[in-house]
């Protein structure tokens, strides 16, 4: 079974950094993935993960451990336009993605 | 096109009735994907269409949702005597075979069962 968790909500200053954790079990693993959500809106990629380690793109960063089954996301100098949803995904065995729930970042001045 | 167009983006209907829903994935796509979501919740897989390949249909719910790819392109999905349990945004994404650069998603379609 596929199994995927992270917390539901977060709140955050503006300018400040906040880590989003999300921990999996899965049948399979080819890669995880990080989307962001805006209300509304259709979630967009931010990054993706395949190896163990740190992956930075801009002010946002994701980490994966395999061996852990657990993932990271990383934004730092937090704006407002970040409040949104963001989505942990993980592509298991058949070429498709499973996804958390989500968890909704709030930030705030 | 340069993006994922589904339509329509809002669909009300009665209970009982049956609608489609429209899925133009992004040109040279080889895989395309139908996840609903409903409010509050995640993202819940529906069916996988990969190239020529028997797709993937083991998260449609019931067998009154159905889909097809035509071509390899257009996708419809089909939900027959609709109940207000289908009431979702239904999301269509598509990838490149390998999918390393994450899947594209439409802006949805929004079901309501009235």
């Known amino acids: 079974g596929q199994n995927i968790d992270q917390p539901t909500e977060m709140t955050a200053t503006e300018g400040a950094i906040v880590q989003i954790n999300c921990t999996y079990q899965t049948s399979g693993f080819n890669g995880l993935f990080w989307y962001q959500q805006h209300a509304g809106e259709a979630p967009t990629f931010l990054s993706y993960?395949?190896?163990?380690g740190l992956e930075e793109k801009g002010r946002f960063s994701s980490f994966l451990s395999r061996s852990k089954g657990y993932s990271y996301l990383l934004l730092k100098e937090l704006q407002m336009k970040d409040s949104a949803s963001y989505l942990c995904?993980?592509?298991?065995?058949?070429?498709?993605?499973?996804f958390g729930t989500g968890t909704q970042l709030k930030v705030e001045l | 096109g340069a993006g994922v167009s589904q339509s329509p983006s809002n669909k009300v209907t009665e209970k009982g009735k049956d609608v489609e829903l429209r899925c133009d994935p992004i040109?040279?796509?080889?895989?395309l994907y139908w996840y609903r979501q409903s409010l509050g919740q995640g993202l819940e897989f529906l069916i996988y269409f990969q190239g020529n390949s028997a797709p993937d249909k083991s998260g449609l719910p019931s067998d009154r949702f159905s889909a097809e790819r035509t071509g390899g392109s257009v996708s419809t999905l089909t939900i027959q005597r609709t109940q207000q349990e289908d009431s979702a945004v239904y999301l269509c994404a598509s990838s490149t075979q390998a999918g390393t650069e994450g899947y594209t998603f439409g802006s949805g379609t929004r079901l309501t069962v009235v």
């Open positions: 995904a993980v592509e298991g065995g058949g070429n498709k993605l499973t």
């Open positions: 993960n395949v190896l163990d």
């Open positions: 040109s040279g796509h080889t895989a």
